[in-house]
């Protein structure tokens, strides 16, 4: 693997930021939580709140996950996988989004004949500005090809149009801004038991100009096998692990996750691969695999905390150590005429069948996996209080005679970065994410997402960046990046990439509530826990007329909208009782 050149950190110094809100001390009694927690840099130009919640009541079974608002009519639109639906949402007074339809795709009926069975699941969704509406279904053997499914987001209570066939487990869809494109990521994962593996791939769908449905005439399917020549794969790209079929062994192997369009081009994350495809959408073609390389964790400014067993937040450096990449979500922006790439390295294993690429580092060398080398760095690092603890790849960083491991790779990088449309890294936040929730939540560091605790994911992703989405306020252009763990969104200044820094964190959660502890009745109090899918409301757009953010909380199963304000001038409180400030 290649590795990335040390990260411009933002000019912003961690140990500078002023916390403007402390851990709640009392249970709240909705889901907007009575004192969010609040971390800002010095002269912040915007700020984040929440200001009202939609509860589902259903607690980590994937009520809320990807959301998409609509503004002609001011709905906000969330999967929910639990329902097996989409959730409809009015959201004309923020402050109040009310559930006021329920769109199921059970029934749709396809170009080639198929209709979406019951059991049938929806994982993502987008809506183009006029209302036509698109939701990606997977078939209920996930290894069966799946659906893209249309609906009029206009109509009263949505109904499904039709649909079109796609490959198997469509797990995320995006549109082109012109509206001329549905792109979505065919994740393809294996059966449990290993016992099938479809191949990943990627389907470009032309769209009519109206609110309608495509022919099934109007797939094309991008798939990977122009690499599965050798020495077609650039290195770097992982490819690894158990193979069904070695003539496929890429296009099995290769796993899109998500997708952002840029002109006439998609972009999508392959995250176990450590890599992102580039799709020319015309031809639908993967024109070239970018492989991402790792992070140093022995660089400064780059370290994590590991442990989950010393009994402290330590946030510290370690040589030897590295982070794959890992992108879950990927999003597109440009800046002075360059497109940029947005990346939240969350990180991920495989683990099917009797296959787990991970392993924790005190287990390297008993159970016939091989040690870490006795002259690596990490050799004495073996302990739980060090790195004993932390989950690591056991496909990368092995000596070339197997021997031992002469370097450790950790999945994801407990960051966001930034990137070329070329694979150069331009920025990448280091260990920014963890020094920032370190501050924040001192209580509860690296919690987990359903239960409070202290370092519960050190050993393993951290806050776990997931989602992310890009807005633009006051002509200043923003990253909103979802940490899926301990919770929350942070906001960087994106306007210029290489100089990217830290603005706001905001958690609308109540640690003093465990969910796991307390019971599911104590689920509203909580807050929202594991947020998974976000998205940008501009001002112009807005029902309130400040820009939003709308955030999806898989674990919760919460609908929170944020408000978004500029801090350069008075704006107006819309909670309840609110008034100038």
């Known amino acids: 693997m290649r590795p990335t050149r040390p990260a411009r950190r933002g000019a912003v110094v961690v140990a500078a930021l002023a916390v403007t809100a402390a851990l709640p001390a009392a249970l709240p009694a909705a889901a907007v939580v009575d004192e969010p927690v609040t971390l800002s840099a010095p002269g912040a130009a915007v700020g984040l709140s929440p200001i009202g919640t939609h509860e589902t009541g259903v607690f980590d079974e994937s009520a809320a996950e990807i959301v998409a608002f609509h503004a002609r009519s001011q709905r906000v639109f969330t999967v929910n996988a639990d329902a097996g639906a989409v959730d409809v949402l009015d959201v004309s007074d923020p402050t109040s989004p009310t559930k006021v339809a329920a769109f199921v795709a059970e029934g749709a009926v396809s170009g080639d004949g198929s209709v979406v069975p019951a059991g049938a699941s929806a994982n993502s969704l987008s809506v183009r500005e006029d209302g036509l509406g698109v939701v990606a279904v997977q078939s209920p053997v996930k290894t069966d090809d799946g659906w893209l499914v249309f609906f009029d987001a206009t109509a009263t209570a949505p109904v499904p149009l039709g649909a079109v066939r796609v490959g198997a487990l469509p797990d995320m869809v995006s549109l082109s801004a012109d509206g001329r494109w549905a792109v979505v990521a065919n994740e393809g994962e294996p059966a449990e038991d290993f016992s099938v593996d479809p191949e990943g791939s990627v389907g470009v769908v032309a769209l009519p100009r109206t609110v309608a449905v495509p022919a099934q005439d109007a797939v094309r399917i991008a798939d990977f096998h122009a690499f599965e020549a050798e020495g077609a794969l650039p290195e770097g790209v992982r490819v690894f692990g158990p193979i069904l079929d070695e003539e496929r062994r890429v296009s099995t192997n290769l796993e899109p996750e998500y997708v952002t369009v840029s002109g006439a081009t998609a972009y999508v994350s392959l995250q176990e691969a450590n890599a992102i495809a580039?799709?020319?959408?015309?031809?639908?073609?993967?024109?070239?695999?970018?492989?991402?390389?790792?992070?140093?964790?022995?660089?400064?400014?780059?370290?994590?905390?590991?442990?989950?067993?010393?009994?402290?937040?330590?946030?510290?450096?370690?040589?030897?150590?590295?982070?794959?990449?890992?992108?879950?979500?990927?999003?597109?922006?440009?800046?002075?005429?360059?497109?940029?790439?947005?990346?939240?390295n969350e990180g991920d294993a495989r683990e099917w069948g009797d296959y787990?690429?991970?392993?924790?580092?005190?287990?390297?060398?008993?159970?016939?996996?091989?040690?870490?080398?006795?002259?690596?760095?990490?050799?004495?690092?073996?302990?739980?209080?060090?790195?004993?603890?932390?989950?690591?790849?056991?496909?990368?960083?092995?000596?070339?005679?197997?021997?031992?491991?002469?370097?450790?790779?950790?999945?994801?990088?407990?960051?966001?970065?930034?990137?070329?449309?070329?694979?150069?890294?331009?920025?990448?936040?280091?260990?920014?994410?963890?020094?920032?929730?370190?501050?924040?939540?001192?209580?509860?560091?690296?919690?987990?997402?359903?239960?409070?605790?202290?370092?519960?994911?050190?050993?393993?992703?951290?806050?776990?960046?997931?989602?992310?989405?890009?807005?633009?306020?006051?002509?200043?252009?923003?990253?909103?990046?979802?940490?899926?763990?301990?919770?929350?969104?942070?906001?960087?200044?994106?306007?210029?990439?290489?100089?990217?820094?830290?603005?706001?964190?905001?958690?609308?959660?109540?640690?003093?509530?465990?969910?796991?502890?307390?019971?599911?009745?104590?689920?509203?109090?909580?807050?929202?826990?594991?947020?998974?899918?976000?998205?940008?409301?501009?001002?112009?757009?807005?029902?309130?007329?400040?820009?939003?953010?709308?955030?999806?909380?898989?674990?919760?199963?919460?609908?929170?909208?944020?408000?978004?304000?500029?801090?350069?001038?008075?704006?107006?409180?819309?909670?309840?009782?609110?008034?100038?400030?």
């Open 278 to 344: 580039v799709v020319d959408l015309p031809s639908a073609t993967v024109t070239r695999l970018l492989p991402l390389g790792w992070k140093d964790h022995g660089a400064d400014g780059a370290g994590l905390d590991p442990s989950d067993r010393d009994g402290r937040i330590d946030i510290r450096t370690v040589e030897g150590l590295r982070g794959l990449y890992m992108p879950d979500t990927v999003e597109a922006f440009t800046s002075r005429g360059t497109t940029y790439l947005v990346t939240a």
């Open 356 to 581: 787990v690429e991970g392993a924790r580092v005190g287990a390297l060398g008993r159970n016939g996996l091989p040690p870490v080398c006795v002259d690596s760095p990490l050799a004495g690092l073996t302990g739980n209080a060090d790195l004993g603890r932390l989950n690591v790849t056991l496909e990368d960083g092995l000596r070339a005679d197997g021997s031992c491991y002469e370097n450790l790779y950790s999945f994801g990088a407990r960051s966001f970065a930034i990137w070329t449309t070329d694979g150069e890294l331009v920025f990448d936040s280091g260990d920014q994410l963890e020094q920032i929730t370190a501050q924040a939540v001192p209580g509860a560091f690296n919690s987990t997402h359903s239960a409070t605790n202290l370092e519960g994911r050190s050993d393993d992703k951290g806050p776990e960046p997931e989602g992310l989405t890009i807005g633009e306020v006051r002509g200043r252009t923003y990253a909103f990046v979802g940490f899926e763990r301990v919770g929350g969104v942070v906001v960087y200044d994106v306007t210029v990439p290489s100089r990217a820094s830290f603005v706001t964190y905001v958690n609308n959660r109540d640690f003093s509530v465990s969910v796991e502890d307390d019971g599911v009745a104590s689920l509203g109090a909580a807050g929202d826990l594991g947020p998974e899918g976000l998205t940008f409301v501009p001002q112009h757009r807005s029902p309130s007329g400040s820009p939003l953010l709308v955030v999806g909380s898989e674990v919760s199963g919460t609908t929170t909208l944020f408000e978004v304000t500029s801090l350069t001038g008075p704006s107006v409180d819309r909670r309840p009782g609110g008034g100038t400030r």
